[in-house]
Structure formats: C-alpha cells, structure tokens
C-alpha cells in the first residue's frame, strides 16, 4: 500500500483565499512546514495570523494542546514569491477557479520546484486532464478536492486526469487519510463525484416549484422532516448563493454536452438576473432583510378519523404504520394487499408513490379515491409526509387519509399531484446519477455514497438509499416519471437495471 507523503516534506499552498487558508490549516495541523502564497499582499499573513488565532481558541477549547497549538502555528510561513518555494514537495494550488491561469501557475512552478515535487489542485470544475496538459509532466499532477471548510469537512475527492498515475493519488489519498481526513478517488469528469451527483437536489426541487407542487417552505419542510436531510433544497440553495450554484449547473450541463439530467432551470436563472442571490443579497427564495420572517410550511389542519381502517400488506411502511398507529393507541385491521395499497381509510386507498401521479394511478387501477404518500427516510420516526391525491378522488378521501397520517404522528403537506412527489423523485434521481457515474468508472458504489454523506452531510448514501427502497422501486419510479415526462432527463442507468435484473444490491 501506498503511504503518505512523509510529515518532513514541505507543503506549498498557493491561493490565501478561503480554501487555500483551510487546506494550509489542515497540513500545518498534521505535521508539515506550511509555505503559503498569494498575489494579494499580505493576504497569506493575514489568513496565517486566522488560523493561529484558530489554534489556539481549539488549545482554549481543549480540543489540542497547547504545545501543539504552538508548534503548528510555527509551522505557518508566509513565503512572498513562488521562488521561495524551490524546497516544496507538495503544491496545492487554490487560485481562482480559472484555467488559464492555474496552468500559467503550474507551469512556473516547473521551473522552480524539484521534479519530485507533487502538484495538487483543489479546483472543482475545471477538468485535472486539463490543467495537466499545460505541464510539460503531466504525470505529477492529481486532484485534490477539499469541502469548505476544509479543517471540518472530512471528504477529500482525489481526481485522476488521464495522466495521473494511479501511484500519484494513491500516495494522495494515503496523505489526506494522515491529514485526518476521508479521501474517496474519483476520475475528473465533470463535477467529479459531489457536484454531480448533487445536481438532482436542486435540479428537481426547482421542477416541483416550476410546477406549482407546493411552496418553497413546504419542500424544503419535506425533505427535511420526511427526507432527513439537513437542509431543504431551497434554503440551501440562497445560502450557497443562486450565482454559484446556477454557474455550477450550467457547467456541469454544458461540459456534458446538455444532458437534459443537468438542465438548468429558469426559475434560478431569474433570480440570478435579478441579482436575488439568496442569504448575501437579503433575498433568494426566502426574504431575508431584518424583521422578514421565515414562511411556515403548509401543514393540512386536524381531520377526523373514521372508524374503518385497514392497514395492508407487510411491507416496511405499512409494518412502520402500524406500528405508529398502535403506538397512538388507534385501533385498526389487518389485511393483505394484492396492488400495493398500504392502507384504507375510509373509502381512501393509499399507496407510496411509484413515480406514477396520483390521478395516472387512480386511473390504471380503476380506485377513484387514491391517495399516494411520499418516500420517508425512516417511516417509523418521519414528522412530516407529503401526500398527493387523485384529480377524481373525493375530498372525503383525502380528509381520511390525511387523518390517519395525522393519527400516526404525521404533519401532513397537500402537494399538487405531480409525479414522484418530492423526497422519492429526488432520491430516485440522486441515486440515479450516484449509479451512472460508478458505471461510467468515474468512482466506486461506495465512494460515491462516502462522498455526499461527507460533502454535502446527505443522511445516508443514494445507493444505500436505493438498496433501502429497493432496486426495483427506484426503477419503477424513474420509468414511470420518464412516461410521465416524455423526457430523457429520466433515463434509468444500466447499473440500476442490472441490479433490478440479477437481484442484487447496488453496494453493500
Ligand atoms: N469556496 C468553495 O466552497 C470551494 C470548495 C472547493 C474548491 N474550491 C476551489 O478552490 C479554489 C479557491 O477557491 P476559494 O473559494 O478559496 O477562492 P478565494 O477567492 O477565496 O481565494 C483565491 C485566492 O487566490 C489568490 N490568487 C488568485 N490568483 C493567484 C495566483 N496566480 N497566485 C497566487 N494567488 C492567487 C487570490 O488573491 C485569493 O486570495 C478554486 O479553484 C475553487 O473552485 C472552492
């Protein structure tokens, strides 16, 4: 096995900015002399001095010592010019995410650096086959893709260009696990691991509100409380700026040749138009000027229970409902279910959604009051569900089955009947591309998961997720949105197919 970079090698960091002053803080903490560089004068002492002051609050907090807080603040050097360089054995570059020049950088540092000396960028976009081509040893450059803020952020993406050998990110991925951090390899394709297989979070939270399903308080509500991810898709949205988020898109749509999976939405670009970036501006979706609430989400008020209820079949969601609803001390039957239904209220017949809309279900399966609920990561602890119901189903019906919900402990969200509702479409489509970039050799099944539980703090994996909710569902849901949609954006990757047709799961 490879081993890391030994703690005596120097660690240039180029670029003061918000990364390079986390990344320098990182090597400096694991061990190594930490020459840092920027064109800005005095920004490299003056991010040196922030994460002195970072030390020794964590020495004041216990969380090091103080002789350690010490020694790695001594380790920090504000080097003036790349010349000071000549004794590096690393270089992580973290300039402004432009091609042209980071590999004007590299370039000079070819003259001045042993040939030994590793080149690491922390770009996020910008292809590693790329910035290699300029470098006469295209063979010494890698990836490495720090999360902000890279002293909490655990993953480190190590990207291969064509040229990377795999020695090179193996003693990468081999330094970032001395580093204290969780390396995944990944190849560079566009948005390597986490910016692409997030693209969906956001892509179809903004069809559900191009759509008119609900508001975006409500959504982000959903997939909060249903979803168990940390932040709603809205929220997070204004607070990563739409400006940076609507430019990560339209590079990842653009560089793969405009895969409708990756399109854009307007409703974003209006708000970048409009300079509404989110939380920097004051206002994004939400309205964040002083005094300015934030919106509640829309939760149906109490309904009544009637007093037929039958909870049926012994899948997972309807074992966690009953289970909810004896908990409650609401008493019902027992019954087999030969369509799926997982209960009946009433004359309301409830299914999870199956990527089908509510009145497409009603329709296929001749049950007029149809009532369809959204995925939930856990359906024994979820506090809130999104529900949706059939263009023919009566508002008794729906009453009913909001009841039951409500019995078991639910908030319930009316959404309009749009396929797939929110967590289920989404998490279809996160998984969907989590698949097709294993299958396109970008990365492994569990890479992909370890990437967005750590990148982007999702609740669990999207394969594991798949597995969870089984291979066949997450197949039925994006074909069923696919006929709804007519639209390739919801192709089903071969990977998932395969799993669907040799029975296995996605990942362990
Ligand atoms: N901000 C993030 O969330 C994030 C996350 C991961 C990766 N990245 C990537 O990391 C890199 C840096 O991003 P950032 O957010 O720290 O940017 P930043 O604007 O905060 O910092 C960039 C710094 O580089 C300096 N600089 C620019 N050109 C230089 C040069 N030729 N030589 C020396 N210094 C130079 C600038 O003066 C600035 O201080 C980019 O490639 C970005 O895509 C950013």
Not at 33 to 59: E, G, H, P, Y
Not at 70 to 96: C, K, P
Not at 302 to 316: F, N, R
Not at 325 to 345: C, H, K, N, P, Y
Request: overall charge neutral; some cysteine; proline content about 4%.
């Amino acid at each position: 096995m490879t081993t890391a970079i030994s703690t005596t090698t120097v660690v240039a960091v180029i670029g003061a900015g918000a990364m390079g002053a986390g990344i320098a803080q990182v090597a400096a903490a694991a061990g190594h002399t930490v020459k840092l560089v920027d064109t800005r004068a005095q920004a490299a002492q003056a991010a040196i001095s922030s994460i002195q002051a970072q030390f020794s609050k964590m020495a004041e907090k216990g969380k090091i010592s103080q002789a350690d807080a010490v020694a790695a603040s001594a380790r920090l050097i504000a080097a003036q010019q790349l010349g000071d360089l000549a004794d590096a054995g690393l270089v992580v570059e973290a300039i402004a995410e432009n091609l042209q020049a980071k590999q004007q950088l590299f370039r000079d540092l070819e003259g001045i650096v042993p040939a030994d000396c590793i080149f690491a960028t922390n770009t996020s976009s910008i292809s590693v086959t790329a910035i290699g081509s300029a470098l006469q040893n295209p063979q010494r450059l890698a990836g490495l893709h720090f999360f902000n803020p890279a002293p909490l952020m655990a993953l480190v993406e190590i990207v291969s260009g064509l040229a990377t050998p795999r020695a090179l990110a193996d003693a990468l991925f081999a330094t970032a696990s001395a580093w204290g951090k969780t390396p995944v390899h990944a190849r560079s394709t566009p948005g390597f691991i986490v910016n692409r297989v997030a693209r969906p979070y956001y892509g179809e939270a903004l069809r559900l509100l191009t759509e008119g399903a609900a508001d975006c308080a409500t959504v982000d509500a959903v997939m909060r409380e249903a979803g168990g991810f940390r932040m709603g898709p809205f929220e997070l949205m204004d607070m990563i700026g739409h400006d940076v988020n609507y430019a990560v898109t339209c590079s990842v749509w653009n560089a793969f040749y405009n895969d409708p999976r990756f399109q854009p939405s307007l409703v974003q670009k209006e708000l970048v138009d409009a300079g509404f970036l989110g939380k920097k501006t004051g206002r994004g979706f939400f309205d964040y000027s002083a005094g300015a609430g934030k919106p509640a989400p829309t939760t149906e008020p109490s309904q009544t229970l009637p007093a037929a209820l039958s909870i049926c079949g012994d899948g997972d969601t309807a074992r966690a409902l009953a289970e909810r609803l004896s908990a409650a001390g609401v008493a019902f039957e027992r019954s087999t279910s030969a369509d799926g239904r997982i209960a009946q209220v009433g004359t309301a017949v409830v299914f999870v959604t199956d990527g089908r809309s509510a009145t497409q279900r009603a329709s296929d399966g001749g049950v007029a009051d149809t009532v369809l609920i959204d995925l939930a990561m856990n359906y024994r602890t979820n506090t809130r569900i999104a529900i949706a119901h059939a263009a023919q189903c009566s508002t008794t019906a729906v009453s009913s089955a909001t009841a039951m919900l409500q019995a078991a402990g639910m908030n319930v969200s009316r959404f309009a009947d749009v396929p797939g509702l929110a967590v289920m479409r989404t998490v279809a489509m996160l998984a969907n591309e989590a698949a097709d970039a294993v299958n396109q050799g970008v990365c492994t099944a569990a890479a992909a998961d370890a990437a967005m539980r750590l990148g982007v703090n999702y609740p669990q994996g999207p394969l594991a997720w798949a597995n969870q909710a089984g291979p066949i569902t997450i197949r039925d849901v994006l074909a069923n949105l696919g006929a709804s949609y007519g639209e390739d954006r919801y192709r089903i990757s071969p990977l998932i197919q395969r799993h669907v047709f040799s029975g296995t799961r996605l990942h362990d």
